[in-house]
């Protein structure tokens, strides 16, 4: 097995683990609702916008620790579209990381609904209710959501690929 020595700080691998525990989490929370057609108790809807927020603060942060701290590690030896295609999938990962919490915010505020989070703050909606807006907003949510899933589902096959079929122990860097 090909040895990785390099590993990401430790910061880097707890903002990884929690935005990716968080993700999961509240990508199963929207999925209940969306097909609860509104009939969940209010306190589920603030539970997923409050993680939504969240999400996008861990991500500012890891991206700001990422851009102004730390060098991105070298992929180990790979064909030239293997790399391109990671470093693709990691860019498409945090447009969709800022787009997401974005978006359901806009369709929050469409409706009409202020975003509570956790109890502690209260974000105002960002516009005058709007139902179109709203339909459109929800629509371009939950499309970004599927893409995301789509995205992970990759970048996990990625790393099992590298880790067994190319005895590559890319994982450990992040562990």
Not at 137 to 145: P, Q, S
Request: with cysteine.
């Amino acid at each position: 097995m090909e040895a990785t020595p390099q590993r990401y700080s430790i910061m880097l691998r707890i903002l990884h683990w929690s935005i990716a525990v968080l993700i999961a989490v509240n990508t199963c929370l929207g999925l209940y609702l969306g097909s609860q057609d509104g009939a969940a108790p209010e306190s589920r809807y603030d539970l997923h916008k409050g993680t939504g927020v969240a999400i996008l603060a861990l991500v500012a942060l890891r991206l700001v620790r990422r851009l102004g701290f730390e060098v991105a590690l070298a992929l180990p030896p790979m064909p030239r579209w293997q790399q391109r295609a990671a470093r693709a999938a990691h860019v498409v990962l945090y447009i969709l990381m800022v787009l997401i919490p974005f978006t359901g915010y806009l369709s929050s505020s469409a409706a009409g609904y202020s975003t509570h989070i956790f109890g502690v703050a209260t974000i105002l909606p960002l516009m005058a209710e709007d139902r179109q807006a709203y339909d459109l907003l929800r629509e371009l949510h939950r499309a970004l959501n599927y893409a995301a899933i789509a995205v992970i589902g990759l970048h996990i096959a990625a790393v099992v690929k590298h880790r067994f079929a190319d005895r590559q122990d890319i994982l450990s860097r992040m562990l």
